[in-house]
């Protein structure tokens, strides 16, 4: 099975800032990465698809980048709706695994 | 609009059996991919299994041979059929519609599995 590694597994970061969170898979994926938004009692909500397609309706300040291994969702300014955790997930093959997930918290 | 309903949780005890199922509008469920995510509570996201349009099921190693994911065409609705339940799979179980490059892009709300003696 195919491993994703996600960090970091938390970060504070304050309104404004650029904030930039990694993945990396055990093995090539290609562009088979998504990335989710996840807040508290709610369902995730798809951010970001095939690596670097913004999710319809997804504010552009999201964006990621990476194919292969290594990939990053990247925020390039923090708005207060935005502190939540984060998800990669591979789509490459099954299991559809997930990143640990990053908590972005407010500082 | 797409809408996705799950329903089934509930308390089980460790051995027991529960059947989620996932009521859907506004898509076709056999047309699609669709899949079971889980949460255990405080945890982060762990796929489940998914059933492709050709009725094709995978599962992950920690449910193999215990759940059976499969669909009702004429009702639209998927289903997760839990079999010798343990205390490690209570959880949040999400249904989801997988889209292109196979995320997915519309969810349930959850239901809420614990299984407890």
């Known amino acids: 099975d195919i491993q994703m590694t996600q960090s970091p597994s938390s970060l504070s970061a304050s309104v404004g800032d650029r904030v930039t969170i990694t993945c990396r898979a055990s093995?090539?994926?290609?562009?088979?990465l998504n990335w989710y938004q996840q807040k508290p009692g709610k369902a995730p909500k798809l951010l970001i698809y095939?690596?670097?397609s913004l999710q319809s309706g997804v504010p552009s300040r999201f964006s990621g980048s990476g194919s292969g291994t290594d990939f990053t969702l990247t925020i390039s300014s923090l708005q207060p709706e935005d502190f939540a955790t984060y998800y990669c997930?591979?789509?490459?093959?099954?299991?559809?695994?997930f990143g640990q997930g990053t908590k972005l918290e407010i500082k | 609009e797409v809408q996705l309903v799950e329903s089934g949780g509930g308390l089980v005890q460790p051995g027991g059996s529960l059947r989620l199922s996932c009521a859907a509008s506004?898509?076709?469920?056999?047309?699609?991919?669709m899949s079971w995510v889980r949460q255990a509570p405080g945890k982060g996201l762990e796929w489940v299994s998914v059933?492709?349009?050709?009725?094709?099921?995978f599962y992950a190693d920690s449910v193999k041979g215990r759940f059976t994911i499969s669909r009702d065409n004429s009702k639209n609705t998927l289903f997760l059929q839990m079999n010798s339940l343990r205390p490690e799979d209570t959880a949040v179980y999400y249904c989801?519609?997988?889209?292109?490059?196979?995320?997915?892009?519309?969810w349930g709300q959850g239901t809420l599995v614990t299984v407890s003696s």
């Open positions: 989801a519609r997988d889209s292109t490059y196979g995320s997915s892009d519309y």
């Open positions: 997930q591979l789509s490459y093959s099954t299991p559809r695994t």
């Open positions: 059933i492709y349009s050709g009725g094709s099921p």
């Open positions: 506004g898509l076709t469920v056999s047309s699609n991919y």
């Open positions: 095939a690596a670097s």
């Open positions: 093995q090539s994926i290609s562009s088979y």
